[in-house]
Nanobody, 127 residues
């Protein structure tokens, strides 16, 4: 069974940085799209970023574009989300997810299209 395990969340002051990690249990994820989503209390799950593990192509949501970078470590089967210049509105539970390959930005940005999910990691940004 494929598992995704996030880590790296925590409490940070506004303007600070965090790096989230998502470790995949199966090497088959090297052919997948790996995405990051976030969900704040009372809000819908929001697309943050995604990476095509095979091609290295990256995709970003408007709310984090220019402040975040998604990357991968093939040897560790791990995807990272580096977040900089954090704002209080970035406070949310961040989820890692996996789906089949696609080059369609709309599909990549939709949480319903992902079949594999991690348990989430809390990010809290204080003002």
């Amino acid at each position: 069974q494929v598992q995704l395990v996030e880590s790296g969340g925590g409490l940070v002051q506004a303007g600070g940085s965090l790096r989230l990690s998502c470790a995949a249990s199966a090497r088959t994820f090297s052919t997948y799209i790996m995405g990051w989503f976030r969900q704040a209390p009372g809000k819908e799950r929001e697309f943050v970023a995604a990476l095509d593990w095979n091609s290295g192509s990256t995709y970003y949501g408007d709310s984090v574009k220019g402040r975040s970078a998604i990357s991968r470590d093939n040897a560790k089967n791990t995807v990272y989300l580096q977040m900089n210049s954090l704002k209080p509105e970035d406070t949310a539970v961040y989820y890692c997810a996996g789906r089949s390959p696609s080059s369609d930005y709309y599909l990549i940005s939709q949480s319903y299209s992902y079949g594999y999910w991690g348990q989430g990691t809390q990010v809290t940004v204080s003002s």
